[in-house]
């Protein structure tokens, strides 16, 4: 089933024709999970369950789905066994399929998910990524099966939408990383207190524009949030959007997320080139909604995305602009040293010149971290996803799930 695309007014009109865009199908036996409280309601209701008892059933099978990571109904044993033997005939508890994984030098985990549907005799995929440090584990989330915007700096943008996700796969890739770091009953070694989670921080900058999938982002993320299942607090959940400006504010009031920007330019003439949403919305538009943001504060500031390209964005002069350009919002800068793929056009600043842009932005008062690349022996970086794994064969790509199980 198909359909055009709604996101061609993503980009300056003329830039790019009309695409296919694929629906999603749902399996004759869907998955629960990733479901919202409301979803599962519907689905007892439509096996009979009778409504007084639909609130209770449904939080004893929210509980076994996101505090339990349970995968099979058989497991959910405050259930009774016609229940449970009713919600096996009409439904599954599958995560996303794993195609292949790959484990970087560095602990960066990737792995490319199938998800329902095909397109020329492929099935759709997508890619999620875990990232091991010190003080959190951060998993990078998509929203789309490719990507519409283009930005010619990113490989993701190098390949065409396919679909939006739905809510459910959205939550479900959470779920899914849980299961394969074993993230579900963690203990210390005698003390018998909880680990930590080492889940405990999601980025929304995968695959896609958020915000060109709000509803489906939205449900997801609130399902991930929700302090009785995943419990990823909102503050531990950041959306990055390349500035989609009408549905920025609705992201603060609907979601309430921490907002990410990707900037990457000073001027309209180069972020044109660089990110082509900003022939639709101008940089002066975007950031009158980031000022706007609602819940905005130096507790929960926003954060600029800033790639850093020899030649083109990272001269003295376009760090002392980027400072005039933010002035009166509550911020801080990623700088993102450029991360290279087959094919493309731009190189990586020099680490000196990195430095000294950092610290211009620095001294006049906004953190300005340089995000140390990781994950790049795998095509893990920030604007690769969904490269060199597009291109594998299907022994290939069984090798490299053997080899991540038995590592």
Partial sequence: MTDFATHADAIAPGFIEKR?????????????????????????????????????RVQQIWHWLYVRGAQSFDEMTTLSKDLRAALAQHFTLARPQVAAEQISVDGTRKW????????????????????????????????????????TFCHT?????????????IASQVVLARDGLDDWHRESAG?????????????????GEPLYNFEAVRDGLNVVADGEGLSISKRRITLSTSGVVPQISRAGTEIGVMLAVSLHAVTDDVRNALVPLNRKYPLAELLEACRNYPGLSNARRVTFEYVMLRGINDSLADARALVRLIKGIPAKINLIPFNPWPGSKYECSDWSQIEKFSEIVFNAGYASPVRTPRGRDILAACGQLKSASEKLSAPERLALRAMALTD
């Fill in 157 to 169: 943008g190098t390949q065409r939408l396919v679909r939006n996700l739905t809510a459910e796969e």
């Fill in 20 to 56: 296919p865009l694929q629906r999603y199908v749902a399996p004759t036996k869907p998955s629960l999970v990733g479901s919202s409280r409301a979803a599962l309601a519907e689905a007892l209701s439509g096996i009979g369950v009778p409504e007084r008892q639909r609130r209770m």
């Fill in 191 to 207: 003390s018998g207190e909880p680990e930590k989670r080492q889940v405990s921080n999601i980025v929304m900058m995968g695959m």
């Fill in 112 to 151: 490319l998910l199938q998800l329902p549907g095909e397109i020329d005799g492929r099935p759709h995929e997508v890619e999620c990524v875990y990232i091991p440090e010190a003080d959190r584990g951060t998993l990078c989330i998509s929203s789309q099966v490719g990507c519409t915007l283009n930005c």
